[in-house]
C-alpha cells in the first residue's frame, strides 16, 4: 500500500524567514510525485510534477526537489501570500495517494 | 479550477436520504476523480473514471456510487447518507486530450456535505 507522511503538520514562519517541508513516500512504482498548494475553502492548486531522484522545479520562491525516499518543498523568503496548506502526492498507476498536508503560515 | 464545477457547492441533508453531486468539465480530460476529505486524512479516493461509462473503486467506496454517461460529467451519489459521510468532497480530472501520459490532476472547487 502507497504511503505518504508530511511532515510537520504545521509550520509558522516569519515573513522572509526561509524553510523546508517534507514528504516522505512508500509507493510499489512512482509514476511521479506531486505538490499543490490549498487556499482555505478551495480546491488544491497543482504546483509540481517530479518524476526522477535528482530532479527539481521552481516557481517563485518554491523549490521542490526529489530522491528515492523523499521530496522537499524549500520555500525561500516566504510573504505572508504564501500561507497555505501545501499537499504532497504520488502517482501510482493514475491514482494518487496524499498526505495529510502541512499548514504553513508566514507571518508579517 | 481548470474549468471544473461542482454543483451543489454546500448541502445540509438528514441521514438516509439519497445525495448525488455533481462535477462537470469543460476540458475534455480522459479521467475524473472523486476524493473526500477529512482533518487528519487528507484527501482519499472514493472512485475514478477512465472513460464514459468505464469506472473504479478508490479507497473509500463503501457507500458511494458513480456513473459517467458523458466526457463532461461525473455523478457520485451516496444511495442513503450517513453523518460518517460528513465531508467536503472534490472531484479532479487529468489526461488532456493529446497527451495521455500528463498525469497532473486539476481539481475543482468541493462541495461540503453535511450529513445531519
Known amino acids: 500500500e502507497d504511503q505518504v507522511t508530511q511532515s510537520p503538520e504545521a509550520l509558522r514562519l516569519q515573513e522572509g524567514e526561509s524553510s523546508s517541508l517534507n514528504c516522505s513516500y512508500t509507493?510499489?512504482?512512482?509514476?511521479?510525485l506531486f505538490w499543490y498548494r490549498q487556499d482555505p475553502g478551495k480546491g488544491p492548486e497543482f504546483l509540481f510534477t517530479?518524476?526522477?531522484a535528482g530532479e527539481e522545479k521552481e516557481k517563485e520562491r518554491l523549490k521542490a526537489t526529489l530522491t528515492k525516499k523523499e521530496s522537499f518543498l524549500h520555500i525561500t523568503a516566504p510573504k505572508p501570500e504564501d500561507s497555505a496548506t501545501y499537499l504532497c502526492?504520488?502517482?501510482?498507476?493514475?491514482?494518487?495517494?496524499f498526505g495529510a498536508g502541512t499548514t504553513v503560515t508566514v507571518r508579517a | 479550477d481548470a474549468g471544473i464545477t461542482q454543483s451543489p457547492r454546500h448541502k445540509v441533508t438528514e441521514t438516509g436520504t439519497p445525495v448525488t453531486l455533481r462535477c462537470h468539465q469543460t476540458e475534455n480530460h480522459r479521467y475524473m476523480y472523486w476524493y473526500r476529505q477529512d482533518p487528519g486524512h487528507g484527501l482519499r479516493l472514493i472512485h475514478y473514471?477512465?472513460?464514459?461509462?468505464?469506472?473504479d473503486k478508490g479507497e473509500v467506496s463503501d457507500g458511494y456510487s458513480v456513473s459517467r454517461s458523458k466526457t463532461e460529467d461525473f455523478l457520485l451519489t451516496l444511495e442513503s447518507a450517513t453523518s460518517s459521510q460528513t465531508s467536503v468532497y472534490f472531484c479532479?480530472?487529468?489526461?488532456?486530450?493529446?497527451?495521455?501520459?500528463?498525469?497532473?490532476?486539476?481539481f475543482g472547487p468541493g462541495t461540503r456535505l453535511t450529513v445531519l
Open positions: 479532479a480530472i487529468s489526461g488532456p486530450p493529446g497527451a495521455p501520459t500528463r498525469n497532473e490532476q486539476f
Open positions: 473514471s477512465y472513460g464514459v461509462k468505464d469506472t
Open positions: 502526492a504520488v502517482q501510482n498507476d493514475y491514482k494518487l495517494s
Open positions: 517530479l518524476y526522477s
Open positions: 509507493v510499489s512504482g512512482l509514476r511521479g
